[in-house]
């Protein structure tokens, strides 16, 4: 039985990390103009990091729901889920608004031009790209995490590696889409 987890748990790592490798590649298609914009260079690892931060939280506390009890198995229409739902896109608004001012700033102390063009646009791609991967991670976690709970399997083996990676790659390619019909 223990070794039955363990692969299972490995496979499941195994497809993370490959899923979350390939956004390096949407990143190295447009690493010419990538470059050229200070404030995303400064914004792509607190982005890439914020977001699979959100994935393991809703991950972690849709998981605590389930096992509490606090979820009936209507998922996304539960009270406790919704509550989840407003109190984590609070958060994603917050961090995602200060993320992008604070690249803008130290992109400002690094020696950039103040550009009222990307003041705007900054945290309007931010907000897209971290709201965007919010309502997919989430929907992820609810409807996964009620699958596996009732097939007896822990959520939280499954779902951290998941949200985790879609989050990675989605924040790579969504920040390489943006970046080149934005800016």
């Keep these: 039985m223990f ?4 692969i299972s748990t490995l496979k499941v790592l195994l497809i993370a990390s490959l899923v979350s490798s390939l956004g390096g590649v949407s990143l190295e298609l447009i690493s010419e103009k990538l ?3 200070v404030p995303v260079v400064i914004l792509i690892p607190a982005l890439n990091h914020m977001c699979g ?11 605590s729901l ?9 998922g996304i229409k539960d009270n406790d889920v919704t509550l989840l739902f407003k109190n984590i896109i609070s ?3 917050i961090v995602a608004l ?3 001012f604070l690249s803008l700033f130290v992109s400002y102390i690094l020696g950039e031009p103040f550009d009222f063009y990307y003041f705007i646009k900054i945290p309007l791609l931010t907000l897209i790209i971290s709201l965007s ?4 991670s989430f929907n992820v976690a609810v409807i996964t995490g009620l699958y596996l709970y009732k097939k007896k399997k822990d959520p939280d083996d499954f779902l951290i590696p998941i949200t985790t990676a879609i989050s990675d790659l989605g ?7 943006f970046t080149v019909i934005f800016l």
């Design 3 to 6: 070794y039955k987890e363990l």
């Design 98 to 100: 200060y993320v992008s």
């Design 53 to 63: 931060s959100f994935g393991t939280i809703v991950s972690s506390k849709f998981t």
């Design 91 to 93: 958060i994603v608004l």
């Design 171 to 177: 924040s790579t390619i969504l920040i390489s889409i």
């Design 66 to 74: 389930l096992y509490n009890g606090k979820i009936d198995g209507r």
């Design 35 to 37: 470059v050229t914009i």
């Design 133 to 136: 991967l919010f309502f997919i």
